[in-house]
Nanobody, 121 residues
Framework: VQLQAFGGGLVQAGGSLRLSCAAS????????MAWFRQAPGKEREFVAY????????YYADSVKGRFTISRDNAKNTVYLQMNSLKPEDTAVYYC???????????????WGQGTLVTVSS
């Protein structure tokens, strides 16, 4: 599967953005999908994942209550709605996919190219 993330940009603290990740292929619904992020000078970190059907989600503590992951299997797209953004949310955001792995580590087999989110104070 090929992944393309988009929707990043510059936003003020307290604002919102919605990231999208479009996947190629006809088997999107068989992949667990996730979002990770990497801030300047830091390691890539887990943000959220969503099950194949979308019925189950899991978030990093740092974004819980502010970010929402969702997916539309008919559109081969996963989303990350980000509200109440903080300067510390500034990072390149990556979407990832895997046929079997469900977790918070960098074990996903497929990765998008990343989209930059910058939150100004």
């Amino acid at each position: 599967v090929q992944l393309q993330a988009f929707g990043g940009g510059l936003v003020q603290a307290g604002g919102s953005l919605r990231l999208s990740c479009a996947a190629s292929g006809r088997t999107f619904s068989t992949y667990v999908m996730a979002w990770f992020r990497q801030a300047p000078g830091k390691e890539r970190e887990f943000v959220a994942y969503i099950s194949r059907s979308g019925s189950s989600t899991y978030y990093a503590d740092s974004v819980k209550g502010r970010f929402t992951i969702s997916r539309d299997n008919a559109k081969n797209t996963v989303y990350l709605q980000m509200n109440s953004l903080k300067p510390e949310d500034t990072a390149v955001y990556y979407c990832a996919a895997d046929l079997s792995y469900t977790g918070t580590n960098n074990k996903y087999d497929y990765w998008g190219q990343g989209t930059l989110v910058t939150v100004s104070s």
